[in-house]
């Protein structure tokens, strides 16, 4: 059943209500101020916004709950703002709600924030929390697309001590054209900050983030940093977004596709960062982190080409706070041209820094640097495993075709040469498919899966035996496994495409089995033992 809907203009009309869908409230185009004491909106209910073009939209005194949020969308056509004011939607003293352009399904970007002549895209202040932003299309700003923290002011009630903003979340959005920083979450004066109240200075701590999840955003063409993270303590992954062209104002300290600021701790994977003139990926924070997956490409190049000591880095991991026996673990990326050096490592606090899987091609200062251009750091904490380091792409054996230009050939030496890292939670590479194909790591952000690349690998396993190899009519698998072990076992062509599934095979007291194979072709094959908790190839031929 439809629920009955109350349409608001500026003076709103209590009483006035038709069928709208899934609304509980109807916002018209001239509205500018939507607030939830004045409106008596309750936790659980949905705000549409009258789609069209309107001016800016002030969002306050609206609180859901954890299990029954507030849904704030547009409504059937999209919400186009363009405005002369200080924000085109300015979120105020809100928790639990969800701010989403997904009101129609047939629009990926159903609210539109066009133009912004004096300020931010979205601002999410004056205590906000629990808050959730989707869907939302950002351009031509005055300033940044989103800003997301409460300033400390002479009320002191956003101090540390004070306030904490919980679980920001910010996804699937478009922000380009920015002057400024893509997306601003937390305050970059993690260390403190001088306010001044009644003629005095006063040094406070602003409030800390805890919880944050940005992801699948789409950041493109940033004056500063295109996703820049402060001030977050815990809880806070940035993970699938794709960042280009970032810091295209060159100003100092301002200029990285992802920013992990002072005083975050954040797990940073599955980015994508192409042609931008900051560093890829600056981590400033609090450390005990993961920094994995991420494709770097370009960093820095376009940044003063002509001045070689103008650094710019893949990846740059300096130091603002860290935390006591704090560790960073740099997995699987994978680092083109960079302008500089691969990753720079500088902070001298950390208890160990993992360098483990990274592919890094072509950086800036190998010929002044040698092999340390690549991961510069010569700090004793520096453990580096399995990297594969290239001075040009074309060794390295990229795919070279879109969309997967930086995905590997079966042939490149990069795969299967890597450390296996499950028990870090690497299960997955940048497209988040399955990682391992099949037994062994690949190096850098991509695992290889042409079926190729897995025959390359599982010839690699003498657990079993093939007697007689070739074979003609039948051959005996032995192995070590006991009958309880086993609890399946695949054939394989030589393309890894499965020919032929078993699951009731009997061992003899010698833990061997016949094969009937005369059914295959003439070719290679192989066998794929299963088991609980791994899996065993060996291979054999047929006449």
């Known amino acids: 059943m439809r629920k009955s809907v109350i349409i608001f203009t500026f003076f709103y009309i209590l009483g006035f209500s038709q069928s709208f869908g899934q609304c509980d409230v109807l916002i018209s185009l001239t509205t500018n101020v939507i607030d939830g004491d004045e409106l008596g909106i309750l936790p659980g209910q949905t705000i549409c916004i009258e789609g069209g073009d309107r001016d800016y939209l002030i969002i306050r005194n609206t609180h859901g709950t954890a299990e029954n949020p507030i849904i704030i969308s547009n409504d059937d056509f999209p919400v186009v703002i363009e405005t002369g004011h200080y924000y085109g939607i300015k979120i105020s003293n809100c928790s639990f709600i969800r701010l989403s352009g997904t009101g129609n399904t047939q629009v990926t970007y159903g609210i539109q924030i066009l133009r912004v002549d004096q300020g931010a895209g979205i601002s999410v202040t004056d205590l906000s929390t629990d808050v959730e932003i989707d869907h939302v299309e950002i351009a031509d700003t005055d300033i940044g697309g989103i800003y997301a923290k409460t300033d400390p002011d002479c009320t002191f009630t956003a101090t540390r001590e004070k306030f904490t903003m919980y679980n920001f979340w910010l996804h699937d959005c478009f922000l380009h054209d920015i002057p400024d920083e893509g997306l601003y979450i937390g305050s970059s004066k993690y260390t403190g900050q001088t306010i001044t109240c009644d003629g005095k200075d006063t040094t ?130 994978t680092i083109v041209n960079p302008k500089s050096n691969g990753v720079k490592f500088f902070n001298d606090e950390v208890i160990s820094a993992e360098f483990i899987n990274n592919l890094i091609t072509n950086p800036g200062r190998l010929s002044t640097e040698g092999n340390q251009a690549y991961i510069n750091g010569n700090q004793t904490s520096i453990n580096k495993v399995t990297n594969l380091f290239s001075p040009d792409n074309s060794s390295v054996l990229f795919l070279g075709q879109n969309p997967y230009l930086y995905d590997l050939k079966p042939n490149s030496p990069a795969v299967n040469q890597g450390t296996n890292l499950n028990h870090f939670g690497l299960t997955f590479d940048a497209l988040n498919r399955e990682r391992p194909f099949h037994t062994y790591f690949d190096i850098g952000a991509f695992e290889c899966y042409d079926p190729q690349a897995d025959v390359r690998e599982v010839i690699l396993d003498n657990t079993m035996q093939v007697f007689p190899n070739p074979a003609k009519d039948y051959t005996k698998v032995t192995t070590d496994l006991s009958q309880k072990e086993i609890i399946g076992i695949n054939i394989l062509d030589s393309q890894g495409s499965i020919v032929a599934r078993y699951s009731n095979i009997s061992l003899d007291s010698t833990g061997s089995f016949n094969l009937d194979v005369h059914q295959f072709p003439k070719g290679m094959y192989i066998i794929e033992l299963i088991t609980p908790n791994n899996k065993y190839y060996q291979t054999f031929l047929t006449q």
């Open 204 to 333: 406070v701590l602003p409030h800390v983030i805890v919880g944050a999840r940005i992801y699948n955003n789409l950041v493109v063409n940033t004056g500063w940093d295109g996703i820049q993270v402060s001030s977050t303590i815990s809880d806070c992954d940035i993970h699938d977004n794709i960042i280009q062209y970032d810091s295209q104002e060159e100003y100092e300290y301002q200029m990285s596709g992802i920013l992990i600021g002072g005083g975050s701790s954040c797990d940073c994977y599955n980015n994508q960062i192409y042609d931008g003139k900051g560093d890829g990926i600056d981590v400033l924070g609090l450390g005990n982190m993961k920094i994995y997956n991420n494709l770097i490409v370009n960093a820095g190049q376009t940044y003063k080409p002509n001045d070689p000591l103008a650094f710019k880095h893949g990846i740059y991991i300096g130091e603002t706070v860290t935390t006591p026996n704090a560790t960073f673990q740099v997995f699987n990326n």
